[in-house]
Structure formats: structure tokens, C-alpha cells
Nanobody
Framework: QVQLVESGGGLVQAGGSLRLSCAAS????????MGWFRQAPGKEREFVAV????????YYADSVKGRFTLSRDNAKNTVYLQMNSLKPEDTAVYYC???????????????WGQGTQVTVSS
């Protein structure tokens, strides 16, 4: 089992920045690719970004590419999602996920955090 706890969400104005953190516990953190999904009200959950176990490979949704940066610190069992130039359409609940391989589909991920709300005002 892998337990994931997100933090860092909140309310920010358009153009601002937030950094989300996800602390993992349980099985060996460095064995897992880590990522983020988000879900806005009335919309399906969507892929945001994923990082390989080594941190050498990252993939982003086109909607966040160039604005969001995903990183990890295996010594701290934590991943970070730095979100810059935030837009109102980034408003959503953000979920941290873990998987033993890089993936972009909701159904590929077994481990999910409880979610953290990000609200971007215009």
C-alpha cells in the first residue's frame, strides 16, 4: 500500500503561483512514478503531469506545459507541483497519484490522495 497526502492548495489570483506537495508513505517511494490529476466541477478527471521514479522523465498535459513543473525528492518521499501563471481554468481539485509505470489514464493508477482544492480567481 502507498498512502498519499497532498498539501499546498488554496486561493490565488490569475497570474499567480502555487506549489502543491504530495507526501508518500508505505512502500518504497522511489519505486513509483508519481503524478497529478485534476477534476473541475462538472468535468471528468484529467491528467496533469507525471514523473518517473528517477525523476529523469516528466510528461505534462498540453494545457499546463510551460507553466507547471513537476519534481520529486526521493529522500523526503515527496513530489512537488510548481504551478505558475495560473488561469481560472486551472481551478480544480488536484489529486496526487502513484503507479509503477508512467501513465496518463485514470484507470492506470491504483493509489490516489484525497485531493487538494486549487481556486484561481479572475
Amino acid at each position: 500500500q502507498v498512502q498519499l497526502v497532498e498539501s499546498g492548495g488554496g486561493l490565488v489570483q490569475a497570474g499567480g503561483s502555487l506549489r502543491l506537495s504530495c507526501a508518500a508513505s508505505g512502500r518504497t517511494f522511489s519505486n513509483y512514478a508519481m503524478g497529478w490529476f485534476r477534476q473541475a466541477p462538472g468535468k471528468e478527471r484529467e491528467f496533469v503531469a507525471v514523473i518517473s521514479w528517477s525523476g529523469k522523465s516528466t510528461y505534462y498535459a498540453d494545457s499546463v506545459k510551460g507553466r507547471f513543473t513537476l519534481s520529486r525528492d526521493n529522500a523526503k518521499n515527496t513530489v512537488y507541483l510548481q504551478m505558475n501563471s495560473l488561469k481560472p481554468e486551472d481551478t480544480a481539485v488536484y489529486y496526487c497519484v502513484a503507479n509503477q509505470g508512467l501513465a496518463r489514464m485514470v484507470e492506470d493508477y491504483k493509489y490516489w490522495g484525497q485531493g487538494t482544492q486549487v481556486t484561481v480567481s479572475s
